[in-house]
């Protein structure tokens, strides 16, 4: 989802727009993978723990509805 955000102090011909990550990856994920091969927009990235960059996330709950353990979920 995304957001418009009005700042008092800006010019408000110039919006600012916020990307409002709406899932989070629990400590339940045991690190399948699965949520990476379903998200259509490569949002979700490996490391020490699979993370959602809140940048690239569209909000459409693919990778919670793919996830065998539950370990997505709205944040």
Not at 24 to 47: F, H, L, Q, R
Request: one cysteine or more; proline letters at 5%; hydrophobic letters at 35%.
């Amino acid at each position: 989802m995304k957001v418009v955000v009005f700042l008092p102090h800006e010019n408000t011909t110039k919006l600012k727009i916020k990307n409002i990550m709406a899932y989070k990856i629990t400590d339940s994920c045991v690190a399948c993978g699965t949520c990476i091969d379903e998200c259509p927009v490569g949002a979700i990235s490996e490391g020490d723990i699979y993370v959602i960059d809140p940048d690239t996330c569209v909000g459409c709950g693919t990778c919670a509805g793919a996830c065998p353990n539950e370990a997505i979920v709205e944040d």
